[in-house]
């Protein structure tokens, strides 16, 4: 059960951090560039059909995973071992993660245009940076430690 949940784990963080990737990478500046929000509406609304369901499997099996790892839920933020502190980074990765989503949602995507792109980008540029720390905190924790 550990490799399936490890290997759909990795899976979701692939597209995850993949999406985020391109979004910010190629579409992002072509966007800024051209002055276009459509590029980024049209680009979301086919990546949330994976990226939402990916993130959700990410959440599941990390959950799994850390209960794995370290049983006790209150030692995630103890940061008193390498692994309390990976699990405890990579939970607030996700907190973080959740406000940027959760503000661009109700705050900017509604409202998404020209003039407000360059607020939509200092939420996707984070939100790219928490991917990537995840997967490099993820790493660290299958591979004795980067923390």
Same mark, same amino acid.
């Given at each position: 059960? +550990?490799?399936?949940?490890?290997?759909?784990?990795?899976?979701?963080?692939?597209?995850?951090?993949?999406?985020?990737?391109? #979004?910010?990478? @190629?579409?992002?500046?072509?966007?800024?560039?051209?002055? !276009?929000?459509? #590029?980024?509406?049209?680009?979301?609304?086919? +990546?949330?059909?994976?990226?939402?369901?990916?993130?959700?499997?990410?959440?599941?099996?990390?959950?799994?995973?850390?209960?794995?790892?370290?049983? !006790?839920?209150?030692?995630?933020?103890?940061?008193? @071992?390498?692994?309390?502190?990976?699990?405890?980074?990579?939970? #607030?990765?996700?907190?973080?993660?959740?406000?940027?989503?959760?503000?661009?949602?109700?705050?900017?995507?509604?409202?998404?245009?020209?003039?407000?792109?360059?607020?939509?980008?200092?939420?996707?540029?984070?939100? @790219?940076?928490?991917?990537?720390?995840?997967?490099?905190?993820?790493?660290?924790?299958?591979?004795?430690?980067?923390?």
């Amino acid at each position: 059960m +550990y490799q399936l949940m490890l290997i759909l784990h990795v899976l979701g963080a692939t597209v995850w951090t993949g999406g985020h990737l391109v #979004l910010a990478i @190629t579409i992002l500046p072509q966007a800024l560039r051209r002055r !276009d929000a459509e #590029l980024i509406l049209s680009f979301e609304s086919r +990546y949330e059909r994976v990226g939402i369901p990916a993130l959700v499997i990410q959440v599941v099996t990390g959950i799994w995973l850390a209960f794995r790892m370290l049983p !006790d839920p209150a030692a995630w933020f103890g940061f008193e @071992t390498d692994v309390a502190s990976h699990i405890g980074v990579k939970l #607030l990765l996700l907190l973080l993660t959740a406000a940027f989503a959760v503000d661009a949602r109700m705050r900017i995507i509604p409202h998404l245009r020209a003039e407000t792109l360059p607020s939509l980008a200092w939420h996707i540029i984070p939100v @790219t940076i928490f991917s990537v720390l995840f997967v490099v905190v993820g790493v660290g924790l299958g591979t004795g430690g980067i923390l």
